[in-house]
């Protein structure tokens, strides 16, 4: 094993965001297109599972596709077993035996070292992005970065929780209180924030001592590859992250179920997130504690725009939060909400706007909207817009762009009523409903009516109606005259509400505490 040293915190810089790269340095441009052109070689490499530090092949493989081409293979990982995802979390209850005698300081080391790899790789993962689940450069860039600013965040943490924690003096005693890790986690990321949300998921649950199995997304298999691969390369010791990919609904349930596992670290849709609950809840044979789940769901965002609201700062606001990454984003806005004094006029602005998107592949830097991420979330999108037609007014979009990769044109369905299927149900693409409010007091009740509460964002000049929003907007994460996508890692902790979760604020401070437990010592002297 590779020993890093803890640095100590004195000559720790503050947390500072990463910049996300906009492309208009040519050298940027330069590094990218290099490393675009490298990942050529990459395309169909093989990727085992990890196995306490073993790579082990398996005969059933996962085959990552590029979305933009499907006839292009990005890499092809073996699938672990039942089998193998058993003996994955045997040697994460190993590993974690050593793994949790090292100082918070010491573990936080590696993430340091992790996020300086990342950053000097930088290009080759924005590439990766692009290639496996169709993100445009910038967007690939801003996942990378924020996956670095979760290392650097995390780690930060990590000695914070380790300084001597305040608790009230009490003569006689001398008291303290430490906190100590849970044991062994399942990680169960979606592809969508495919660099950023797994290696946070991960790297916040081994900071604190905890080892894991990681069981990427079947859609983002290779990426997570890469960053066990760098994890390794550090010296983060075998066992403390056992890769296993493995289609959810085949190997998901023994992992959530497996009497070792401790606590389920996931972020996806709905419906599997309350299944891993629901499973969760219930102790197996052997069992000794209450699972711990962290499950980050789906949403259903909107964004209100009042009378009294600059019209071009919200249509600009409305259409890059819903058309960015194809409308794959959890935080996406699929709900425009305007007030009628000013609806025609949005609706025209919008029309206009939409009009100008570029959709094609996503190497073109040109380009601003990429493919869905997989021939099932076409299928299912295009069958929303169709709904959606006989749901409301089409005034954009509605059709399949292209017949190779899985390109769909930025959709805008108008006059859509607030319980109408596209209104209440997650499409999870380019799909934008907007609807008319009689009032602001009508567009608050109509944002606050479906099951989810992520994000949200309200345009207006208005401070009365800033005040009523910010005590009556159920969500995670609330904006005002900005887009409701781009929460940044501390600036914005991210999480949210009713059917979105379990609210566990990733990015904040208090985000590391869902993985570890107190222990109050108490010694008579
Ligand atoms: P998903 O279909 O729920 O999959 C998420 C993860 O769960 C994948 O790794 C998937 O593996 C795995 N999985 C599937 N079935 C499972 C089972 N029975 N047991 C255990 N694991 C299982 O979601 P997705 O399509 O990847 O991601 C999109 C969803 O994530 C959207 O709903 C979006 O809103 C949500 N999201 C939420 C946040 C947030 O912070 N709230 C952030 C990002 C995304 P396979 O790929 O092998 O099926």
């Given at each position: 094993m590779t020993t890093i040293e803890a640095k100590p915190a004195l000559e720790i810089p503050a947390f500072q965001n990463e910049r996300v790269k906009d492309f208009r340095d040519p050298s940027d441009v330069a590094s990218m297109r290099a490393a675009l052109d490298a990942m050529k070689k990459e395309l169909g490499r093989h990727y085992p599972l990890v196995i306490a530090g073993r790579k082990i092949e398996t005969e059933k493989k996962i085959r990552s596709l590029n979305p933009a081409d499907p006839n292009e293979i990005v890499g092809i990982t073996s699938a672990a077993s039942k089998a193998q995802a058993n003996e994955a979390i045997e040697a994460a209850a190993k590993a974690f035996e050593s793994w949790r005698q090292l100082t918070l300081a010491e573990r936080a080391a590696y993430l340091f070292k992790t996020a300086q790899l990342l950053r000097e790789r930088r290009f080759q993962y924005d590439a990766l992005l692009v290639h496996e689940v169709g993100k445009s450069w910038s967007e690939a860039d801003g996942d990378i970065a924020e996956a670095i600013d979760f290392l650097e965040f995390y780690a930060r943490e990590a000695l914070r929780y380790a300084a001597p924690q305040p608790v009230v003096p009490l003569e006689g005693e001398r008291n303290e209180l430490v906190y100590v890790p849970l044991g062994v986690g399942a990680i169960i990321p979606p592809w969508n924030f495919a660099g950023a949300i797994m290696a946070g998921l991960t790297s916040a649950a081994i900071v604190c001592g905890n080892a894991v199995v990681l069981k990427p997304s079947s859609d983002a298999a290779v990426i997570a590859a890469w960053f066990v691969d760098l994890l390794h390369e550090v010296?983060?010791?075998?066992?403390v992250v056992n890769f296993i990919p493995g289609s959810g609904s085949e190997i998901g349930d023994a992992i959530v179920t497996h009497p070792d596992i401790r606590f389920v670290s996931f972020t996806g849709s709905k419906e599997v997130g309350l299944r891993i609950n629901e499973l969760a809840a219930k102790p197996q044979p052997g069992q000794k504690w209450i699972k711990r789940v962290v499950a980050e769901m789906g949403g259903k965002d909107s964004i209100v725009v009042a009378a009294d609201a600059n019209v071009d700062a919200a249509v600009e606001g409305v259409a890059v939060s819903a058309f960015g990454f194809q409308g794959q984003k959890c935080s996406a806005c699929s709900r425009a909400i305007v007030d009628q004094s000013i609806y025609d006029e949005f609706v025209d602005k919008l029309r206009r706007r939409v009009s100008t998107i570029s959709v094609g592949d996503p190497r073109d830097p040109a380009v601003f909207m990429g493919p869905v991420v997989n021939e099932g979330a076409l299928r299912s999108i295009l069958g929303y817009i169709e709904t959606g037609k006989t749901e409301g007014r089409l005034i954009a979009g509605g059709n399949r762009a292209g017949d190779r990769g899985y390109f769909i044109e930025p959709t805008v369905i108008a006059d859509v009523d607030p319980n109408a299927r596209i209104a209440q149900e997650e499409i999870f693409g380019p799909v934008l409903a907007v609807i008319k409010a009689r009032d602001f007091e009508d567009a608050l009740k109509i944002a606050n009516n479906t099951e989810f509460g992520l994000t949200g964002s309200l345009y207006t000049t208005d401070e009365k109606k800033i005040e009523r929003a910010r005590d009556e907007f159920f969500v995670g994460n609330l904006y005002f005259n900005r887009k409701s996508t781009g929460a940044m890692v501390g600036v914005h902790p991210f999480g949210g509400f009713n059917m979105s979760g379990t609210d566990s604020k990733a990015g904040g401070r208090d985000y590391l505490l869902l993985f570890m437990q107190a222990k109050s010592i108490s010694r008579k002297v």
């Open positions: 010296g983060v010791p075998p066992g």
